[in-house]
Nanobody, 131 residues
């Protein structure tokens, strides 16, 4: 069982920045392929994919965050980080870290921002952006 622990949420004003981190109990430096992602869910809305990164370092971003968010990984720390800049009130949501560990030939057929294609989830961290 993989455990994911998020941190770094908080409250900022519009235009501000936050940095979310997700630490995995499973080594990301092991000889296995994986994909991590951040999803968010605002009250009354469906969960949406924000960004993903795979074991090859390839990233995918939702159109709404391109150019503002950056997803990176630190294999030495078994962690991934989402740097969020130029935050807008529309970014307010609970943010969840998700992960899947599969061979690359399986991962290529799974949607990088599809919540249904992830096996493990963190508890979430709240991000609130005020105008």
């Amino acid at each position: 069982q993989v455990r994911l622990v998020e941190s770094g949420g908080g409250s900022v004003q519009s235009g501000g920045s936050l940095r979310l981190s997700c630490v995995s109990s499973t080594s990301t430096d092991a000889d296995a392929d994986y994909r991590f992602a951040w999803f968010r869910q605002a009250p009354g809305k469906e969960r949406e994919g924000v960004a993903s990164i795979n074991s090859f370092g390839a990233t995918t971003y939702a159109d709404s965050v391109k150019g503002r968010f950056t997803f990176s990984q630190d294999n030495a720390k078994n962690s991934v980080t989402l740097q969020m800049n130029s935050l807008e009130p529309e970014d307010t949501a609970m943010y969840y870290c998700a992960a899947i560990f599969r061979p690359w030939y399986v991962l290529v057929n799974l949607g990088p921002l599809s919540a249904a294609d992830y096996d493990y989830w963190g508890q979430g961290t709240q991000v609130t952006v005020s105008s």
